[in-house]
């Protein structure tokens, strides 16, 4: 390797790592990837503007898995409408809400504005509740709320902000907009005391306890103005944290009881996440398909969803432009084999329900 090449790689590689500095832990991931089905040319477009959730992030500055969530959406959506479907991931690993709003949404909407786009879907505030959730774990003294109350703000102004200028700016003859809520990384490591103390209590805090409602706030918060603005929500907190089986005997599968319900209040929801199916909610490191077999959604960073298949280039040294046959190109009862197996098919499918049934 050329000693000139190798200290700028290395010196992009410290930069990228460095911990607790926003600015420095952002890496643009963008990829294209069409679904080319055989025996049609007709091509339609999927754009998902995020963070390192949707870019298939996996640990590396340099790739990102093939199919990450909007692209296992493509290939639903080149089965139902039997045409080729590009998957336009427009994406920041380690943005903000605020990054993803202006550096993607905004100064990038010529990609939702072609002609061909059908679908637009993103995610975000990922990582304004990664960084609030370490700036609180690292306070001594008395504990200082203000950090976790920015983040949700900060979350509900952009959130709010990208529905309303992806209606105002996407191709008019989109089909489905879509958003994507937030999982919990960390559920089951974050069930531990606070460094911190209470200012009324004078006592620790449980980091889980104190976290959960924030997090059902926010979550709340993506579906409800999803439902007021013309988007739909993929449910990601329900289909990561419930099982797929009724383990508590209500008569309702854990995933789906654990659901947003359109038009109910913050405080119903909120009391429902964080107390009545309190005990359904597990860690999505192991997620039971069945009261005898899970699978794991979370890679081993404990934050980013697992894949199968291939990487394609995405970071330091551009974005990937390809096209592959589809793995799969035909879905029993809309799922293909391995829809609860890893986390991004998990996604690709919660977002892949709200499908058009045509272009």
């Not at 879907?121 to 109350?149: I, W, Y």
């Amino acid at each position: 390797m050329h000693t000139r090449f190798r200290r700028t790689l290395l010196a992009a590689v410290v930069f990228f790592t460095l911990g607790g500095q926003a600015s420095a832990n952002t890496l643009t991931q963008n990829v294209s990837w069409t679904i080319d089905r055989a025996g049609t040319t007709t091509k339609y477009r999927v754009v998902a503007y995020g963070d390192s959730i949707y870019a298939g992030y996996n640990g590396s500055i340099t790739s990102a898995a093939k199919y990450s969530a909007p692209t296992v959406d493509a290939e639903y959506l080149s089965a139902l409408w039997n045409a080729d479907i590009e998957s336009v991931r427009r994406a920041k690993s380690g943005a903000v809400a605020s990054d993803v709003y202006n550096n993607k949404i905004v100064a990038e909407r010529s990609y939702m504005q072609a002609s061909n786009t059908r679908v637009v879907t993103f995610e975000m505030c990922g990582n304004d509740g990664l960084q609030a959730r370490s700036a609180f774990k690292s306070q001594t003294g008395t504990c200082d709320d203000s950090v976790l109350t920015a983040a949700e703000n900060s979350c509900k102004t952009y959130v709010a902000a990208a529905m309303d200028y992806i209606n105002a700016n996407a191709y008019p003859g989109v089909k489905v907009k879509v958003i994507s809520n937030l999982h919990y990384p960390g559920y089951a490591a974050d069930n531990v005391q606070s460094s911190c103390k209470d200012p009324s209590t004078g006592a620790t805090v449980n980091m889980q306890q104190k976290f959960l409602p924030i997090l059902a706030r926010m979550n709340f918060m993506m579906c409800d103005t999803a439902r007021q603005k013309g988007f739909q929500c993929a449910d990601n907190f329900a289909q990561y944290m419930g099982a797929d089986y009724d383990s508590n005997g209500d008569g309702q599968v854990d995933s789906d009881a654990l659901r947003y319900v359109a038009g109910e209040s913050q405080a119903s929801y909120v009391t429902r996440i964080t107390t009545t199916l309190r005990s359904t909610i597990r860690d999505a490191n192991t997620h039971f398909v069945s009261a005898g077999s899970s699978y794991d959604y979370i890679q081993s960073d404990d934050t980013h969803p697992t894949y199968t298949g291939s990487t394609v280039t995405a970071g330091l040294f551009g974005g990937t432009t390809g096209t592959g046959a589809p793995r799969y190109t035909s879905f029993t009862g809309g799922k293909n084999p391995i829809w609860n197996q890893f986390g991004h098919e998990r996604m690709g499918w919660a977002v892949s329900v709200f499908n058009s049934p045509s272009p």
